[in-house]
Each structure stands twice: as C-alpha cells, then as structure tokens.
C-alpha cells in the first residue's frame, strides 16, 4: 500500500509543520482543522513555512509548489474523504482527543490509518474510540521539523506490526530519520528526556530561584547547548507546555500548579507565546541567546 493521500488534524504549531513537510516532498496533503479562523491562521504559518522550506532546502520553487499543493477544510468528512493516512495533533487534551477520535471512526475510509503525534499521551488512551485500534498508533515529530527530522513510531498492545511497518516507510519518504519504540512509553525518547528537563528548567523560574535568561546561559556554557530550555519553550509554544502543567496541576501537583499559573499571567495572557508570535521569554526574529555577547 503507497500512501498518496494526507490528512493532517490540527494546523498549531506542529501540524503545521508536519502538514508542510509532507506536501514539500510530494503527497497530497488536506489540513484539517475545526473552522475556518483556524484555517486561516494555519495559512499565516504555511507562508512564513514556504520562506524557510525554501532557503533550508535552498530550492524556492519547490516550496512554492508544496505551498500551493495544500488543501483546507474545517469539514472533517470531507477531510478525510481520500485519506491513506491521518496525523492527528490536535491540543494535549484528553476530552479533545477522545471527542476527536469519535467523530474520525464514524467518517473516515477503512483504509485510512490513524495515527498520533501526541507528545505525552499513549495510543491506549485513544485506541477503542478509533473504531479500528489495529490501524492505529503514535507517530511523534520534534519540533522544526525540517531540520530535527525525527520520527518516533509508537504502536499500543493492539496495534498490527504492518501498519506500523507502511507508517515508519511514509516516515521515511518525507526526509525522518525513525525510531521504533518496542513498547509504549509516555513521551516516546525525545520527552522522556526533554520534557523533566524543561520542568526543572521552569520551576527554577517559577519558584523564583533565577529568571529565564540566567537560566539558559548558565546551561549553554555549563553544557555548550546551543540553546537552553527557555529558547525550547519559545520554539515549542506555551500552550502544549502550559496543558500539560495544568494537567498536572489539577491532579493535584502544587509545583506544576506554580508553573502553569506563571505560564498564564505572565505569557500566554500577555500573547506572548513565543516564536510563533514574535515574543515569549525572548523577543524575536534576533533573540538575546544569539546575540555574541549572552554567554559573557
């Protein structure tokens, strides 16, 4: 089975850049998402996507091409009417999820294969809304995509081996490097190792122990990152991190409770939500960590 059809659930950050990647190299890519205000803001980042597909890949045209390529639709029947595949990365939200996963059983072809790029959550949690839990399983993406070209492929205990043998070869076509993962783990490897790392990093803040600058350049000259937890919050987006913390929070974690309430009033409130909005722990496109002398 040649997948020829996409469709990407969720234009944020990450769809879109899923959604932009797999029609730069050569599929037929329909993003959906739940209406048309959605959309449009989904074709404010396909554009700012084009510019750096382009001079990345050094090949203008052909990222004009994939720009153009795109189709949109806020009708999820209409969708994933063709679909082969389906990437789901709708928000952090079980509720969400689930409901998501409801409506898709009921519309989509029994061809299509479903598949998940949840950064937190397992396949299991979802599998018995999706109407076919043997097609279903995780397939994870880091953020800036075209360059991070990861692809984590994460199947549940029902998932059939096939299925995510044709999801890890689509994978592949579409430039990532893939890992599969024996067994489901929350957070795959990448958020296994990054998300507790980006906690410690915000309670330091939160807890009022150093500012985010402070934070970052003592881990970039300690280590030689290239970038410290705070300029990946920037590059992720405070929402996901904020849901997740929330989440944490309403279980009854006062830490993450601390976070999420300084991640509201002092960023997302403000609309600062990081790259993608010019301003979050730093301001952008020439933010302090680049600038020669921040390791000073």
Do not use: C
């Not at 999706?130 to 097609?135: A, D, I, Q, S, V």
Request: proline share 4%.
């Amino acid at each position: 089975m040649a997948f020829k059809h996409i469709t990407i659930a969720g234009s944020g950050v990450l769809g879109s850049q899923i959604a932009f990647q797999t029609a730069f190299f050569g599929y037929n890519v329909t993003v959906y998402d739940i209406n048309d205000e959605a959309l449009a803001a989904a074709k404010e980042r396909f554009s700012k996507l084009k510019t750096v597909y382009g001079e990345f890949f050094d090949d203008v045209a052909r990222a004009e091409k994939a720009f153009a390529s795109l189709s949109y639709s806020a009708d999820l029947a209409e969708a994933v009417k063709e679909a082969d595949l389906i990437i789901e990365a709708v928000p952090e939200v079980v509720e969400i999820k689930t409901n998501f996963y409801t409506q898709l059983a009921e519309v989509a072809p029994g061809k299509t294969i479903f598949a998940s790029n949840s950064s937190t959550m397992l396949p299991s949690q979802f599998a018995e809304y999706t109407g076919r839990p043997e097609k279903f399983l995780a397939l994870h993406f880091a953020n800036e995509i075209w360059k991070n070209n990861i692809a984590e492929v994460m199947g549940h205990a029902g998932t059939d081996t096939k299925y995510a043998d044709l999801v890890e070869e689509f994978a592949k076509t579409i430039d990532m490097v893939t890992f599969r993962l024996h067994k489901e783990q929350p957070g795959y490897m990448l958020n296994t190792l990054l998300v507790p790392f980006l906690n410690a990093a915000q309670y330091l803040w939160a807890n009022e122990v150093a500012d985010p600058h402070a934070i970052d350049k003592n881990w970039m000259i300690s280590t030689g990152a290239p970038v410290g937890p705070f300029a990946f919050l920037d590059i992720i987006g405070m929402t996901t991190p904020y849901n997740l913390t929330k989440a944490k929070a309403e279980q009854g974690d006062q830490v993450s409770q601390l976070i999420a309430d300084k991640l509201k009033s002092e960023l997302i409130d403000q609309g600062k939500l990081g790259v993608a909005t010019g301003e979050g722990f730093y301001k952008y496109p020439n933010p302090a960590y680049q600038q020669p002398d921040f390791l000073k």
